[in-house]
């Protein structure tokens, strides 16, 4: 009995956000019951705040009196100010609230890549909370959605100039758009290598207004690919700093500091290194032919544990340099100077040395296994 006096104390209605006859949610009208309590209601079941329900002829209804048990009502939010009719099925296209912007676009759109999150939000009926128009919710940053739903819509990527590319990167990442991952993934890979490194112009820029009394610090500069061939790069402390594929050709790099440089793959043709310090550098693969390593006043060009293995190095000099445990292995040194080097325990493993002076070269503890010598070779031993 109990039971029947609740049943008859409510009447039970079917809601809708207005202008849709999908997504609809079942509730009750309790009798006598203030109006704002159901407006709160409906706002809870439907996911965004209720301000206005019409019934199905468009009537605006503001009472509980007013409803009939069984009544299929539509419910609006604040900024909507009339009646929207139905649509008479379920449509296809859907429109999200995303960061504060809306976006409308189709379903079929949205689950083009099957395995993602947005596939799985809008290929079932998602759970998901709406605003007071009925358009989705969904708390990311819209600057860099926008690309990702240009790409689902036409499978191209377009990036404006002013948008981060790894904000919408982290958005792919998120949403799970596989297609767009790695992609996206390069270009951020090449924008931070743009912001790190620097133009022959920055670099120049950077030696008119340093002082000359006192040492320039460049160190762990990204240069690489950078043509700074024929530049006065003397006395400058370029350590651990990336020039690999740079054009140095004929450049000044006297006493600089390049402990643990790489120049690997650079054009080091015709450059300067006299005094230089280029201990633990990487130099493979480069083209140094005709370099000049020789010391001269007692300052000693420093090679000491350089990664040298497949660099080009005929006709270079390296009279009185140090080469102590250098990595030579394969290299081409036709006819360079070795006068009084110290090559104490560098490998020198399959190298040419035809035509090379190695005069007073120190080669104790080498690796000298198939490298190739000839008559024209001056050794040490004769």
Sequence with gaps: MDNQNVRNDRLRVTIFPNGSKVNGKVTF??????????????????????????????????????????????CSGPQQTHFIPPTD??????????????????????????GSMLAKMFSNDWASQRDYNGFYLIDRSPEYFEPILN???????????????????EEAVFFNISQLIEPLQTLVDKA???????????????????????????????LSGCDLSRLDLSHINFS????????????NLDNATLKEANFSEANL???????????RSIIEGANVRGADFEDRGGQKANLEGAKMKGAHLEDCNFSG?????????????????????????ADLEGVNLR???????????????NANFDIRTTTPWG
């Design 321 to 345: 340099a140090n080469l102590r445990a250098a990595n030579l292995k394969g290299c081409n040194l036709e006819n360079a100077n070795l006068r009084r080097a110290d090559l104490a325990g």
């Design 269 to 279: 043709q015709g450059a300067s290194f006299k005094g230089a310090n280029l201990c």
């Design 89 to 114: 099925a379920p449509t296809d296209w859907v429109t999200l609230n995303v960061g504060g912007k809306s976006f409308s676009t189709t379903r079929s759109t949205l689950t083009k890549d099957e």
């Design 151 to 169: 790409f689902l819509r036409c499978g191209t990527l377009v990036i404006d100039e002013d948008v981060n590319v790894e904000g919408v990167y």
């Design 192 to 222: 931070k290598k743009k912001q790190t490194s620097l133009t022959r112009k920055e670099l120049i820029s950077i030696l008119l207004t340093s002082s000359v009394n006192s040492p320039l610090r460049c160190q762990g500069l990204d």
């Design 29 to 74: 009208i309790f009798i006598n019951e203030p109006w704002t309590s159901f407006l709160s209601r409906c706002s809870e079941r439907l996911g965004f705040t209720v301000k206005k329900v019409y019934g199905m002829e468009g009537g605006e209804i503001d009472s509980v009196d007013h409803i009939e048990s069984k009544e299929v009502l539509y």
């Design 355 to 369: 035509g090379a002076n190695l005069t007073k070269a120190n080669l104790i503890g080498c690796n000298l296994v």
């Design 240 to 251: 651990m700093t990336n020039f690999s594929k740079a054009n140095l050709e004929f450049a």
